[in-house]
């Protein structure tokens, strides 16, 4: 139990302690440890999945967890992080999002047994606190002074902030709070983000409880990759947990495409497997970085964390069908998902080859698609065509509906028939 944070370090997860030493200490026994999910979104995104990650590792260890969705905190705004102050959800819109977001946890971590996992969210205590006991209870035990020595603070000041998105420490802090004296919480974890947010709360614990207080915080660091982008963000924008905002083929592209200095670390961080076995891998992978085996580990790794084996089963199929040029194993549902994922030519009926080339953006004319035509260079459904004047229509079409144009080996496009 007392090897986690070690598992961790050596995975390269951790960022910052409040006393290291003492978290140590606390994990060699079984401790109440909580995470707080903002329901921003009816969605958490790959950037949460590390959170999510820690904590089941957490749990896995013997640990009680303890998931908050922040019902209340999300119509507050969180400035961390933030440039500008946040547009405001309405309230029906923020405890949608937060019952999707605790559905979503669910999934990931075990919440069957109240001795290994709770499911909060802070919605349903705020909502009955009136503003005296908020100012008198929570208001009085954090000073003004304290909160604007804080970066998360400090940054926005220079371009302004309310006092709503300035008092979001308060409310995180009578989160732990509350979980201290409900679950005897001890620890409190979050994104690097989050650090200001994490140390206020931990210092209104101990005020409340005195100098002998145990409790204590660590953060997780936010990952970037090997050029310093934010971690989880495609050409698409952010890939999201949820299948239908993020379809689980995006992602496995996502880490299909890595950087191969991107893939150990990746490894280390999203795999399960001992250290020792993900190292042996990164080194396999290192000696023909050409086959990309590091690439397919970590793409599968992920894929069936999120959606499990099935579908990560299905995404290597598609994956390996697109590079074939072998569509004939498909179903119709995956081959609607990968033509939508190469953002597909919707289509009526039925279109000539020519135009169907040029829609695509497999060529600029017709005259440059007839010549790929009659040079051999196109495939339909991974079968070479000839004919310039063809029609693709449902007869040929896969399910009756997609069709996989491909000039050249590497250049591919699809249409999908309405």
């Not at 579908?311 to 549902?333: E, I, K, P, Y």
Request: glycine share 8%.
């Amino acid at each position: 139990m007392d090897d986690i944070i070690s598992d961790l370090k050596a995975r390269g997860m951790l960022d910052s302690f409040s006393d290291e030493e003492k978290v140590r200490e606390l994990l060699k026994t079984p401790q109440t440890i909580y995470c707080g999910f903002d329901p921003s979104a009816r969605s958490m995104q790959l950037g949460n999945f590390i959170m999510i990650t820690v904590l089941r590792r957490l749990q896995d260890a013997g640990h009680r967890i303890i998931a908050l969705v922040g019902g209340a905190t999300g119509m507050i705004g969180d400035p961390s992080g933030k440039a500008a102050e946040r547009t405001f959800l309405g309230e029906a819109n923020v405890l949608e999002n937060a019952k999707c977001l605790k559905a979503q946890l669910s999934r990931y971590l075990d919440f069957s047994d109240p001795n290994r996992g709770v499911l909060l969210d802070n919605y349903d205590w705020w909502s009955q606190t009136n503003v005296i006991e908020y100012l008198r209870d929570y208001g009085k035990q954090i000073q003004v002074n304290y909160m604007l020595a804080k970066d998360l603070v400090k940054k926005r000041l220079e371009v302004g902030i309310s006092y709503t998105e300035f008092s979001y420490m308060v409310l995180q802090a009578g989160d732990f709070y509350r979980i201290r004296q409900k679950y005897g919480c001890t620890m409190q974890i979050g994104g690097g983000d989050q650090w200001g947010n994490l140390t206020t709360a931990l210092d209104f614990v101990k005020r409340k409880e005195g100098p002998e207080c145990p409790c204590q915080v660590f953060s997780v660091k936010l990952i970037t990759d090997a050029n310093g982008k934010k971690f989880g963000k495609s050409e698409k924008g952010a890939l999201y947990l949820d299948p239908s905002m993020t379809s689980p083929f995006d992602i496995y592209q996502y880490f299909i495409n890595v950087a191969d200095a991107d893939v150990a670390r990746y490894l280390r961080i999203f795999d399960p497997h001992p250290i020792a076995e993900i190292d042996a891998i990164a080194a396999k992978h290192m000696e023909d970085p050409g086959q990309r085996l590091g690439q397919k580990e970590l793409a599968y790794a992920v894929t069936a964390r999120v959606h499990g084996r099935e579908v990560a089963d299905r995404c290597v199929a598609m994956t390996q069908a697109l590079f074939s040029g072998d569509f004939a194993t498909l179903s119709t549902d995956d081959a609607l998902e990968l033509a939508r994922s190469m953002e597909a030519a919707h289509v009526s009926g039925s279109i000539g080859l020519l135009e169907a080339l040029v829609t695509t953006g497999l060529a600029s004319s017709k005259t440059e698609a007839r010549r790929f035509v009659t040079g051999n260079a196109v495939r339909v459904n991974g079968t070479k065509v000839s004919d310039p004047n063809l029609v693709l229509d449902a007869q040929g079409a896969l399910g009756g509906r997609v069709i996989f144009l491909h000039r050249g080996k590497k250049n591919t496009g699809a249409i999908i028939l309405d």
